[in-house]
């Protein structure tokens, strides 16, 4: 039979295998968790990415559509002043008459300086 100093050494080595074995799987199933945690995080910023290029890819087509169109509309005019043929007249209403009187501006004070305050910041609590 095996004596006391070999069994309690076999013992030992089964202790720390089993603890290791324990100590390995908790790292795992947290790291694991925080991995996925972090991959759901690095998908939502990647979607996000390519949401922002598409937004970006169709103002720059819109840019460009409107770019395209005030070059035409800029043409047309250019061809209207060259023809003689003035661009319809801008009908200008000239705003009612106020009879209200005018405020009048403040009076300056006397020595000729604005007052001035000091502000204090609020007490801290």
């Given amino acids: 039979m095996l004596d006391m100093d070999t069994q309690q050494s076999l013992m030992l080595v089964a202790a ?3 603890g290791a074995g324990i100590a390995w799987g908790a790292a795992s199933w947290w790291f694991g968790r925080r991995l996925k945690g972090a991959a759901a995080g690095l998908e939502r910023v990647e979607k996000a ?3 922002a290029a598409q937004q970006a890819a169709q103002a720059r087509k819109q840019i460009e559509t409107l770019q395209h169109e005030m070059g035409e509309l800029r043409q047309k ?3 209207r002043r060259g023809a003689g043929v003035a661009p319809p007249p801008v009908e200008v209403r000239p705003a009612p008459p106020s009879f209200e009187p005018e405020p009048e ?3 300056p004070p006397p020595d000729g300086f604005a007052d001035t305050q000091v502000l204090m910041p609020p007490p801290r609590r």
């Fill in 77 to 79: 005019l250019s061809t």
């Fill in 49 to 51: 990415r390519q949401f």
């Fill in 105 to 107: 501006p403040p009076a």
């Fill in 16 to 18: 720390f295998l089993i």
